[in-house]
């Protein structure tokens, strides 16, 4: 068609960009910080099996990157993630944050109709909310416990 602007068959439109740069993103700091949560109190559960998790979804997110040829962001939380008083106090906050990416991944599923990116989608929200979250909420009644 005339006036219509021609991309590559298989190109992202910008919000299925901007989609994978938010789910790249929220991986990377869910990852920095069970990370740093290690660095700071040791080799705690859940955390160590947490961040290798988040590791494995990085990954697969940069491989929807190298697919759709879209350059990859740096990593902003390198060396920024948040600090916790209390393994109590990272417990909780990153029960939030995986309650939080559920819903960041229900609104990332209305950005695209690929059924290669909604089935990552998918994948990641079903980990944060049926794995991540359910440890993470162990790991606050835990401390609750010990109070």
């Not at 794995?131 to 010990?146: I, K, M, N, Q, T």
């Amino acid at each position: 068609e005339r006036g219509v602007a021609m991309t590559a068959p298989n190109a992202l439109d910008t919000a299925e960009q901007d989609a994978l740069r938010d789910a790249l993103d929220d991986e990377y700091k869910s990852h920095e910080t069970y990370a740093q949560v290690i660095r700071d109190f040791g080799p705690q559960r859940p955390f160590i099996n947490i961040v290798e998790a988040e590791a494995r979804h990085i990954a697969v997110l940069l491989r929807l990157f190298d697919q759709y040829a879209i350059p990859k962001p740096i990593n902003r939380w390198a060396g920024q993630a948040p600090r916790y008083a209390s393994i109590a106090e990272a417990c909780n906050a990153s029960a939030q944050g995986e309650a939080e990416n559920g819903t960041l991944y229900d609104r990332l599923l209305q950005s695209t109709r690929r059924v290669d990116i909604l089935d990552v989608y998918h994948a990641l929200r079903a980990a944060s909310l049926d794995r991540h979250l359910p440890a993470f909420e162990r790991c606050v009644a835990r401390g609750r416990s010990r109070a």
